[in-house]
């Protein structure tokens, strides 16, 4: 089993920031796909941002354009989401998924397409 770890939610007001991380300890994909998902209470898990190694292409939900920022660490393999200018609507829990190989374009906004992920972690906005 592929362990996945996120880390850094927490408690903010609207406008201010978080910096999401995520890992994979012990494990190489070099043509790894990775994602983040949200799940806010009564609502479906969906897709915020991805990153794919092999290619080092990014998505972003249109929701989040130009406020969230992927970014990566090779040295590390970690992956890190950039969370500025929070809103309330943000608010739910964020989880890293992974995929062993380079997902189609297509795939890497689907919650199906990966096998592997993390616990989740809380992201609060209040306004």
């Known amino acids: 089993q592929v362990h996945v770890e996120e880390s850094g939610g927490g408690l903010v007001q609207a406008g201010e920031s978080l910096r999401l991380s995520c890992a994979v300890p012990?494990?190489?994909?070099?043509?790894?796909?990775m994602a983040w998902f949200r799940q806010a209470p009564g609502k479906e898990r969906e897709f915020v941002a991805h990153f794919t190694w092999s290619d080092g292409g990014t998505g972003y939900a249109d929701s989040v354009k130009g406020r969230f920022t992927v970014s990566k660490d090779a040295a590390k393999n970690m992956v890190y989401l950039q969370m500025n200018n929070l809103k309330p609507e943000d608010t739910a829990v964020y989880y890293c998924?992974?995929?062993?190989?380079?997902?189609?374009?297509?795939?890497?906004?689907?919650?199906?397409?990966?096998?592997?992920w993390g616990q989740g972690t809380q992201v609060t906005v209040s306004s």
């Open positions: 012990g494990r190489t994909f070099s043509g790894r796909t």
């Open positions: 998924a992974v995929h062993s190989l380079r997902l189609a374009l297509s795939a890497r906004r689907t919650p199906s397409a990966f096998a592997y």
